[in-house]
Nanobody
Framework: QVQLVESGGGLVQVGDSLRLSCTVSGLASDYYVIGWIRQAPGKEREGVSCISSADAPAYYRDSVKGRFTISRDNDKNMVYLQMNGLKPDDTATYYC??????????????????WGKGTLVTVSS
């Protein structure tokens, strides 16, 4: 059973940084994609970034390029989302997801099969 547990959210000021962590367990394939999506109050979910177990570039939505960095530590079964230069529009609940069939390309989030419960990020101005 795939399990994902997010942590690291909190209340920060505009321009601050946060690092979200996703603890992953139960993956049963050498190929997988782990990604972060977010959902702000009253808005639809949107894919933020994802990374595959293969040697492929990570994917970022345009609004976070240059500010967010996704990374993985296979030894620790962790995926991180380093978020710098946070803006009020980044306020959302961030969810970590996993898939055996997604690719790091637009629309990747539709292929996510497993989700964590989320961690709230609030950016105050």
């Amino acid at each position: 059973q795939v399990q994902l547990v997010e942590s690291g959210g909190g209340l920060v000021q505009v321009g601050d940084s946060l690092r979200l962590s996703c603890t992953v367990s139960g993956l049963a394939s050498d190929y997988y994609v782990i990604g972060w999506i977010r959902q702000a109050p009253g808005k639809e979910r949107e894919g933020v970034s994802c990374i595959s177990s293969a040697d492929a570039p990570a994917y970022y939505r345009d609004s976070v390029k240059g500010r967010f960095t996704i990374s993985r530590d296979n030894d620790k079964n962790m995926v991180y989302l380093q978020m710098n230069g946070l803006k009020p529009d980044d306020t959302a609940t961030y969810y970590c997801g996993a898939s055996y069939r997604a690719v790091p390309a637009p629309g990747w989030e539709a292929a996510m099969d497993y989700w964590g419960k989320g961690t709230l990020v609030t950016v105050s101005s």
